[in-house]
């Protein structure tokens, strides 16, 4: 059977680290390498055995995670920064803008990539915001810190809730973020 489903990873201290799929956790927890925190709704069977996907697993060692200081810049990225709605009408963004062109010199970074509906795009093409007399709904930033490693898989499970609360995630944000994925993601 495939497993389709995803799976939260904490370290041996209980911290955030990652998400992985429904499989590759199975195979941490038959490796002895993880133990199961929470049990997803999926089932894997063998020719031996019948296990249950898990949906939150702790690794049994600590591992030493490199965090990197910046987050690459992705399109799915930036629609869920910015909650999948166009920055400067609120309508559902299907697109990306440059807030300062790219022909008059912006770059493509975080703080200047924003997401837009189609019509929004189309309008203000190679002008800035104030020549069109617009403003930005919220003000583009960089996302930052480790929450965005699990925000950023783009995988929801309302079990993972109480694990993330150290990070400042609760389900209200949980909620808002995989809702924008689902809807860009169909758009």
Not at 59 to 74: A, E, M, N, Q
Not at 116 to 121: E, F, L, S
Request: charge should be positive; aromatic fraction near 8%; hydrophobic fraction near 40%.
């Amino acid at each position: 059977m495939r497993v389709s489903s995803h799976a939260l990873v904490l370290n041996a201290t209980y911290e955030p680290i990652g998400v992985v799929s429904g499989r590759r956790a199975l195979l941490l927890v038959l490796a002895a390498k993880a133990t199961v925190l929470e049990t997803g709704e999926h089932v894997w069977h063998s020719a031996s055995a019948t296990h249950v996907v898990p949906a939150v697993v702790r690794l049994t060692r600590f591992v030493k995670i490199p965090y990197r200081s910046t987050v690459p810049l992705t399109r799915r990225g930036v629609f869920l920064r910015d909650g999948g709605r166009c920055v400067y009408c609120d309508a559902p963004a299907t697109s990306l803008d440059h807030v300062v062109p790219r022909s008059r010199g912006g770059a493509h970074v975080w703080e200047n990539v924003v997401s837009c509906c189609r019509r929004c795009n189309h309008l203000k093409g190679d002008r800035t915001v104030a020549e069109m007399g617009w403003r930005l709904r919220r003000p583009p930033r960089a996302p930052s810190g480790p929450a965005w490693r699990i925000l950023g898989s783009g995988r929801s499970d309302p079990r993972w809730i109480p694990y993330l609360d150290g990070l400042g995630i609760d389900g209200s944000i949980f909620g808002r973020f995989f809702s924008a994925t689902e809807q860009t993601a169909t758009a």
